[in-house]
């Protein structure tokens, strides 16, 4: 059987790029964007698709159960890719207001 890896490669990429970020810089954005006064507001289709897929990765019940080799995995990775790419687009929103009211306040 040939599985094309190329389709995991991105996924990999952005993976990547979420935990060389400190965990504690993705808790301080998601308190930010839930926490009212703050002045971060979270895009909320970024929002929502990073609770959905937290939601949908911690339940057992999966859309293709995870037993079926390979595919099963492959609704995962769709939902991993989905909400890795939601936390990347809000961390560079986080950090671009995190300067904005670091200099406000020089």
């Given at each position: 059987r040939f599985v094309e890896y190329s389709k995991f490669v991105e996924p990999a990429r952005m993976l990547y790029g979420v935990w060389k970020t400190s965990p504690r810089e993705v808790y301080d954005m998601l308190k930010a964007a839930l926490t009212r006064g703050s002045g971060f507001k979270m895009k909320l289709k970024n929002l929502m698709e990073i609770l959905t897929a937290f939601m949908y990765l911690i339940v057992p019940n999966d859309l293709i159960p995870d037993a079926i080799p390979f595919i099963g995995l492959t609704d995962d990775m769709s939902v991993l890719?989905?909400?890795?790419?939601?936390v990347l687009d809000e961390l560079e929103r986080y950090r671009s207001f995190i300067n904005r009211t670091n200099s406000a306040a020089s």
């Open positions: 890719k989905m909400a890795t790419k939601a």
